[in-house]
């Protein structure tokens, strides 16, 4: 990434874990001599009412456990799942029943 080796990663509290675990398995993949050091700063979870917290709170600990239970060889092959079987960026699943979210948005007006 442009010559730089010290990269510091910003995101709320409540998604920091999952954050963590991707920056951390993407920088060490086919990683540089020297390797990246990554720096991790959490932002509070202000402004979000409790309940909604508590659910992404759940949804980030099980995106994370799906997350942990994949092993990449290479970025080639973490890129190869991401935009191959990845629920959420893989284009052949747009608009199917495996992707609701993007199926949703592929018919919202704009």
């Given at each position: 990434i442009r010559g730089w080796r010290r990269l510091t990663v910003v995101t709320s509290d409540f998604h920091m874990p999952r954050s963590r675990a991707i920056f951390e398995t993407v920088f060490a993949l086919d990683s540089p001599d020297p390797p990246y050091h990554l720096t991790f700063?959490?932002?509070?979870?202000?402004?979000?009412?409790?309940?909604?917290?508590?659910?992404?709170?759940?949804?980030?600990?099980?995106?994370?456990?799906?997350?942990?239970g994949?092993?990449?060889?290479?970025?080639?092959?973490?890129?190869?799942?991401?935009?191959?079987?990845?629920?959420?960026y893989a284009t052949r699943l747009m608009?199917?029943?495996?992707n609701p979210a993007a199926a949703g948005m592929l018919y919202q007006k704009a």
């Open positions: 700063v959490a932002a509070p979870d202000i402004g979000i009412e409790p309940s909604a917290l508590a659910d992404r709170r759940l949804r980030e600990e099980s995106s994370l456990k799906t997350f942990q994949r092993r990449f060889a290479s970025l080639c092959a973490l890129q190869r799942w991401l935009y191959g079987d990845h629920g959420c608009g199917s029943a495996a």
